[in-house]
C-alpha cells in the first residue's frame, strides 16, 4: 500500500505535516494520540480541510493496522494491535465529545458547527469495518443533519450548504442504513421548504435540489443538473 502523497495536505501546520509524514511509514515511532489531535483541532478551524482529515484519519488506521514486521514475535504484533486501537479509539473519543457539545458549538461559532459535521460526515464515509460503515456513527451523522434541519438552522445559508453537500454524498448511504430515519428528515425538509417565509433564494434552491434529488433515488439528471448548477451562478 502506497501512501507516498497522503501526507500532502497544505492546510495542516508544519510540525503536523511532519508527524503525519513519518507516521505512514513508520507508525510506531510517532505519538499517535498527539497527532490525532492535532488533525482534528485544525480540522475544526478550517472547513477546506475537513474534506482531507477523514481520509487521512482512516488512512493512519488502517497504515497502523497493516505495518510490516520483518521479524514477527508476540510484542510487535501488540504494539501494531496497540497502536492501531491508540489512535482509532483517541479518533472515536474527540468525534464523540465534539458531538456532544456540538450545541455549545453551534452558538459559538457556525463555522466551527459546520466542521464538526463535516469531519464527522467524512470519518462516517471512509471509514469502514468489512467494507460497511462503522454502525455506531450511523445515528450521530443522522442528528447532525436533523439538526441542520432545524427551523433555525435553515435560515443560515452555511448550515443550508453544509446540509446539501453531506446528502449529495452520503444521502443513499444513510437512507441504506435507516430509511425511517431519512424519511423524517426530509419531512423537515420540505416543511420547511414549503412553510418558511424567512429563506434565502439560494436556501430554497438548494432544498429544492435535495427534494429533487432523493425523489430521482439520489440521482439527478443531466437536465436537472445543468438547471440547478446554472441557477446557482446566475444567483
Known amino acids: 500500500m502506497e501512501h507516498t502523497e497522503d501526507w500532502k495536505i497544505q ?6 505535516q511532519q508527524m503525519l509524514k513519518t507516521a505512514l511509514t513508520d507508525p510506531g515511532t510517532v505519538d499517535l494520540v498527539k497527532l490525532c489531535d492535532m488533525i482534528v483541532d485544525q480540522a475544526l478551524k478550517d472547513s477546506s480541510l475537513c474534506r482531507d ?5 482512516c488512512t493512519l488506521v488502517q497504515v497502523s493496522s497493516s505495518s510490516d514486521y520483518s521479524v514477527p514475535c508476540v510484542r510487535q504484533v501488540e504494539a501494531k494491535c496497540s497502536s492501531t486501537s491508540v489512535f ?11 458531538f456532544m457539545r456540538r450545541e455549545a458549538t453551534r452558538q459559538r461559532s457556525l463555522h466551527e458547527w459546520v466542521c464538526v459535521v463535516s ?18 456513527l450511523v ?7 436533523f439538526r441542520l434541519a432545524q427551523a433555525d438552522a435553515l435560515v443560515n445559508e452555511v448550515e443550508v450548504d453544509c446540509l446539501a453537500l453531506q446528502l449529495h454524498r452520503l444521502g443513499e448511504q444513510l437512507e441504506k442504513l435507516n430509511t425511517r430515519r431519512m424519511d423524517e428528515l426530509f419531512f423537515l425538509l420540505r416543511d420547511g421548504f414549503l412553510l ?6 439560494m ?4 432544498l429544492l435540489e435535495l427534494l429533487e434529488c432523493r425523489a430521482a433515488r439520489w440521482n439527478l439528471s443531466k437536465n436537472a443538473q445543468r ?9
Do not use: W
Open 11 to 16: 492546510a495542516l501546520n508544519t510540525e503536523t
Open 53 to 57: 482529515a477523514g481520509h487521512v484519519c
Open 88 to 98: 482509532r479509539r483517541n479518533m472515536l473519543t474527540r468525534l464523540q465529545q465534539e
Open 119 to 136: 469531519l464527522l460526515c467524512n470519518i462516517f464515509d471512509n471509514l469502514k469495518v468489512n467494507n460497511s460503515p462503522m454502525a455506531a
Open 139 to 145: 445515528d450521530p451523522v443522522y442528528d447532525c443533519l
Open 196 to 201: 418558511q417565509d424567512d429563506l434565502s433564494s
Open 203 to 206: 436556501s430554497r434552491l438548494l
Open 227 to 235: 438547471y440547478y448548477y446554472y441557477s446557482e451562478v446566475v444567483e
